[in-house]
């Protein structure tokens, strides 16, 4: 790397790379927005290949701190070699901590120039070894015993707070790095059943080496066990989906069938009658027209159609009948199944318009449940939800369960005999790279609409979309993103005035 490259990526095509199992790493002198951007789609690529999507929160939060700490020790390094003082000097040390801090925090005066021409660079790396996931955060300034003994027993102590407030008044006074982002870290990889101080930081030769080490099948397969038999007993627990709307859509799939025979058929369940007119005159579903009876609907929406609005009036009365929560995420839910019709339309694919309107309907009820087991874990994390790098409440849940809600979703499915291509979709439509390439069609609209949720909820950023569907979609810049989902949003509005 030269001074006029702000950066290398190794390989260069690290997406490929990354679904090979090969390791990747970036190396760079201080943390541009494309520096940033690379860690966290990196990052998240390698969280998503392997399904463990739900730490991402916390290992972006430690990966932040440790890069960040990386940089300012190779500017202090260089601050202090720039006005020749010397740095293992005691004297000279506090003199010049004191001073580096005034000019390069409070008065912003930074050389960034510097660093390239000094050539003090960091390197993070990205590792996936006999079932560990493992992150190396490397700068070329090697760290000073009193620096590596402070910043140790930071980390130390990290693990006896019993709540962020603790972390405070320890972290204010923090010159060395381990501050409170990396406190924070520790403390939810303690809470969350990790094993104690997965961060270790130490000097070899001439560079100063921090790595994260998650034993991610060891954990994983641990915390599964204990939580497997409450999973599988509530999953089991689940009413089996109702005979006579499955004897319903066997009518729908014969060619033989008469639309009279079928609209007598539902009409003998008022609730079902109900609830799928309901549904078809809904914001989430583009009727044309507003339909007033069932025959109507079925003319109107055609056999795929009411075979759609069959299932999910089944689901929704399942649901509706277990968890309180149920109607909050549906009305989501309904967003994203309408964004999803509007994408396969918009993008020329139309025979899927009702079957990704209902998988995108169903993609949230693995996080429904999952909010439903173990509700006691909202009230341990409201302390720490919205600290820095900690987002959405429902991603530190899974992460306590150890099983992503996409997961949970699939199984739950199964159980009820849907088939393989919504099982499949709801699988993968978190980390759509890895789509069977059979549905990937479905997998990436499904993603799409969700992920447009996901952001106009602020649980992601754009930064983070999988690469694969955006070229998929030929969508290159983030203004093309931005523009379909505001012709999304636009239309989704005019539709809930129309039928309001």
Request: aromatic residues 8%; hydrophobic residues 40%.
């Amino acid at each position: 790397m030269n001074k006029r490259e702000s950066f290398i990526i190794n390989p260069p095509s690290y997406r490929e790379s990354i679904k090979e199992g090969m390791d990747v790493y970036l190396q760079f002198y201080h943390v541009t927005p494309e520096v940033e951007s690379l860690l966290t789609k990196i990052l998240h690529r390698f969280l998503e290949q392997y399904d463990i999507l739900y730490i991402k929160d916390i290992l972006l939060t430690v990966l932040r701190e440790l890069v960040n700490n990386a940089v300012k020790a190779n500017m202090k390094r260089l601050y202090f070699f720039e006005k020749k003082l010397d740095i293992n000097d005691r004297e000279s040390y506090k003199l010049g901590m004191k001073k580096f801090k005034e000019e390069a925090y409070e008065k912003r005066l930074v050389d960034f120039d510097g660093l390239a021409t000094a050539k003090l660079v960091v390197r993070a790396s990205f590792i996936f070894r006999n079932g560990n996931f493992i992150i190396h955060v490397i700068n070329n300034s090697p760290i000073l015993d009193v620096e590596l003994q402070k910043i140790n027993a930071r980390i130390k102590q990290a693990n006896t707070y019993n709540n962020i407030y603790e972390a405070f008044d320890d972290a204010l006074d923090d010159s060395e790095g381990a501050g409170l982002g990396l406190i924070v870290a520790t403390m939810l990889f303690k809470n969350s059943g990790f094993p104690a101080n997965p961060v270790k930081i130490m000097r070899r030769e001439k560079l100063t080496v921090a790595t994260v080490t998650i034993p991610v099948d060891h954990i994983l397969k641990e915390r599964q066990t204990l939580v497997a038999g409450e999973i599988t007993n509530e999953i089991e627990s689940l009413p089996s989906f109702p005979a006579h709307i499955k004897e319903i859509q066997r009518l729908c799939f014969n060619p033989e069938t008469k639309i009279k025979e079928i609209s007598d058929r539902i009409k003998r369940d008022p609730g079902l009658t109900t609830n799928i007119l309901k549904i078809a005159n809904s914001a989430g579903y583009m009727t044309i027209n507003r339909v007033e009876t069932i025959e109507e609907a079925v003319l109107k929406i055609g056999m795929k159609g009411i075979n759609t609005l069959i299932v999910a009036s089944g689901v929704q009365k399942i649901m509706e009948s277990r968890y309180k929560k149920f109607e909050a995420m549906w009305k989501h839910s309904h967003r994203a199944a309408f964004y999803s019709q509007r994408i396969a339309i918009q993008y020329k694919k139309v025979r899927l318009v009702e079957f990704v309107y209902l998988a995108a309907l169903l993609s949230e009820i693995g996080r429904l449940v999952i909010l439903s087991i173990k509700p006691e874990i909202s009230e341990k994390i409201k302390g720490l939800v919205g600290i820095k790098g900690i987002g959405d409440s429902g991603v530190l849940e899974e992460m306590s369960l150890g099983i992503s809600h996409s997961t949970l979703g699939s199984m739950i499915l199964k159980k009820w005999g849907f088939n393989e291509a919504l099982v499949n979709t709801i699988e993968y439509h978190k980390r759509p790279h890895l789509a069977p390439e059979q549905y990937r069609d479905l997998i990436y609209i499904v993603y799409l609409s969700t992920v447009l949720l996901d952001i106009e909820m602020n649980r992601i950023k754009y930064e983070v979309l999988d690469e694969d569907v955006l070229e998929y979609f030929q969508i290159a810049r983030r203004e093309e993103f931005m523009a379909l989902h505001n012709m999304l949003k636009q239309a989704y509005e005019v539709q809930s005035q129309e039928i309001h």
